[in-house]
């Protein structure tokens, strides 16, 4: 039934012919074209928080399916899956050596969006939270582009997984597959499933009446009135009945002419009537989410949320601790989430809880800054330089193993320059050198363009007026605070401000973001309070006017001059340069370093000099630091503005 060829014009376009016009040859080389493209597009780089995608940004919809695993040893396990700002987690397995999840989770690929899926392997026999035994991550994009190009495609992959302290070390294997749905595949797939809910006596045919009942209940008047028009474009012998084949073209391509559905069934959202395309990828996922195809769980931020033992989930309901995206502030700031740029995903930053529980007490709380008022800061005073003596001492390295076991997933041990047997202390480990090219400079020939200065979380704005609504809730914060009444000039006030924070497990020798002259260091005494956001979003302290710090001036052709500070924090015993007065830097050269503790490079650029990267001030407009490596792009200068550039899309990341 349907397949006569007799055709009216209705002014709805037949399925078949606008089909084939959309689709341009065969599933399996769409796909090719759109992966290719993707290598010749010079754009910038988004932040992937964005739900809206350009038609020619989108790839398709990933279906990744975590099959099963072999490791070293038996235990029960289960598996985390993050993509971007989400994370999903499978039932623990039965089998103990090999576990069996066949979990699977559809993901929306965008050519400027996430592309790395990074699969963790945990063993459940913790109340409060599970130990991450191995891990692997995939370059969803890579990985299509080589099936694609190979013209042969694979069940399943097997991949290692990797030991978190040690990503040299194998301790299991995981087995994945991966395909992917081509967008006008995406689109009659989805219009399939709708149609179903309809075609009551299940023949896989649908009558008028069956199909009037889908467009009335999508509350769509236009659409109501067009359904016997529609309905005949695809009933082609006028037999009153059409296969479901049929139909589902004709909806997926009356969709991208006209919306027919302004609201999704599943979760109730208003859909917005110029995006089609989005439409499609929301009624996709929400709508597989909805029927419990997916057997992964979702709804976590990052996969140390997912992993959490029921201890943890007490906590939360009693909301002694909870998981959120920006400021800081009460529970929330039990756990620090911060986006990995390069990955493109969130990740939690590593901190005790009993550090987490006094700094809240201390820096949240009118009682706290009473307590600094009255000579805690002498205390910290103290307490820092005794550390320093004692993190200087032979005795200290025995601590070295400890640190890298607590951090042994956050910190790549491979870059470093020397092994850990080389240090004597562990001032010497903290201040460790990574082996040459370990941190490429972006654009290195062009001094129009700024790079990250440390290895960090950094956030970025505009202008100190920016700063101050997102981030920085101190009291009296100023740019004259902040750089002295010696050197803070004009020019600087409400100029750009980039800070980069720098946590324990970090590599803490810093690198000078632009090239240009050293032109002066003004040492400013002060506090030793903790840079960690708690402290930062504090409205009872202002930590970067009122802490120990130096400040450098770097005279450049391009951005004029660039106020360079380093920030000494809780445990830093001192602040070490490398370069002295008249000194010529080029952007990445090695500039100085922190000693043991948490430390913040602010960098304050003039007044409407540099133009940040648009993923930076849309992460840090969120309250969301962007996690950035030494060398990565930060922005390029305004003097190049009516410039025609080449192709910065390479210097964006450099891994």
């Excluded at 035994?133 to 013209?151: A, K, P, Q, V």
């Excluded at 529970?331 to 809880?353: A, N, Q």
């Excluded at 600087?492 to 946590?503: E, H, K, P, S």
Aim: hydrophobic share 35%; aromatic share 8%.
């Amino acid at each position: 039934m349907g397949q006569g060829s007799s055709k009216e014009d209705t002014g709805v376009a037949s399925a078949s012919e606008s089909s084939s016009k959309a689709g341009g040859g065969s599933s399996r080389s769409r796909l090719k074209q759109r992966l290719h493209r993707r290598r010749r597009r010079s754009r910038s780089n988004s932040s992937s928080h964005h739900k809206c995608l350009a038609a020619e940004d989108f790839v398709g919809i990933a279906l990744l399916t975590l099959v099963r695993a072999e490791m070293k040893f038996k235990d029960k396990w289960l598996a985390c899956l993050s993509f971007g700002e989400q994370t999903f987690r499978t039932q623990i397995s039965d089998q103990t050596d090999k576990p069996v999840w066949n979990s699977a989770k559809k993901l929306c690929l965008d050519k400027n969006g996430p592309r790395f899926a990074r699969i963790s392997v945990f063993e459940t026999n913790k109340m409060y939270k599970n130990t991450l035994i191995g891990f692997c991550e995939i370059d969803l994009l890579e990985f299509l582009t080589r099936e694609l190009e190979s013209d042969s495609s694979s069940e399943c992959e097997t991949l290692n997984l990797l030991d978190p302290s040690s990503p040299d070390k194998v301790v299991g294997e995981i087995s994945v597959s991966i395909s992917v749905e081509d967008p006008i595949e995406t689109e009659k797939s989805f219009a399939r499933r709708i149609l179903s809910l309809v075609d009551y006596n299940e023949d896989g045919h649908l009558s008028l009446s069956e199909f009037s009942d889908l467009i009335t209940a999508f509350g769509n008047q236009v659409a109501v009135n067009k359904k016997e028009e529609m309905f005949k474009a695809a009933d082609k012998n006028r037999d009153g009945v059409v296969s479901m084949d049929e139909l589902a073209d004709l909806l997926a391509i009356q969709q991208e002419k006209e919306p027919i559905i302004n609201c999704c069934p599943v979760c109730g959202e208003t859909l917005e009537d110029s995006d089609t395309l989005n439409h499609m990828i929301h009624l996709t996922l929400c709508f597989d989410e909805g029927t419990g195809k997916q057997v992964m769980t979702g709804g976590f931020l990052t996969d140390k949320q997912a992993n959490y033992g029921w201890m943890f989930k007490l906590s939360e309901w009693a909301h002694f601790s909870s998981y959120d995206i920006g400021l800081n502030s009460g529970s929330s700031s039990s756990h620090i989430l911060v986006f990995d740029r390069k990955t493109k995903r969130l990740v939690e930053e590593l901190i005790d809880g009993k550090i987490v529980l006094s700094m809240r007490a201390i820096y949240q709380s009118k009682l706290g800054l009473g307590l600094l008022d009255t000579g805690a800061k002498e205390l910290l005073q103290n307490i820092s330089e005794k550390q320093g003596r004692k993190m200087n001492s032979l005795e200290s390295a025995k601590d070295i193993p400890k640190f890298v076991e607590f951090f042994k997933d956050q910190l790549n041990l491979a870059e470093m320059k020397y092994p850990l047997e080389h240090f004597k202390t562990f001032n010497q480990f903290f201040v460790r050198e990574l082996k040459p090219g370990a941190r490429p400079v972006a654009c290195p020939e062009r001094d129009d363009v700024a790079v990250c200065g440390a290895d960090s979380r950094l956030t970025a704005f505009s202008s100190v007026d920016d700063s101050l609504r997102f981030w920085i809730k101190g009291r009296k914060f100023s740019v004259q605070g902040l750089l002295g009444k010696d050197i803070c000039s004009s020019a600087f006030i409400n100029g750009t401000l980039v800070i980069l924070r720098l946590a324990p497990q970090d590599y803490h020798r810093f690198h000078s973001p632009v090239s240009g002259t050293v032109e002066q260091f003004v040492n400013i005494p002060g506090c030793l309070y903790t840079v960690n956001p708690i402290a930062v979003n504090s409205k009872y302290c202002n930590v970067f006017t009122e802490n120990k710090r130096v400040v450098s001036i770097i005279s450049t052709t391009e951005f004029g001059k660039v106020a360079f500070v380093a920030i000494g924090a809780t445990m830093v015993g001192s602040i070490s340069f490398l370069k002295k007065e008249g000194d010529h830097v080029k952007k990445g050269d090695e500039f100085g370093y922190f000693s043991f503790g948490g430390s913040t490079v602010i960098c304050v650029f003039e007044k409407d000099v540099i133009e940040i990267d648009e993923d930076l001030l849309a992460n840090s407009s969120r309250s969301l630091e962007t996690l950035v490596s030494v060398g990565m792009k930060l922005g390029v200068s305004k003097k190049q503005a009516n410039i025609e550039l080449p192709d910065l899309h390479n210097c964006v990341l450099q891994d």
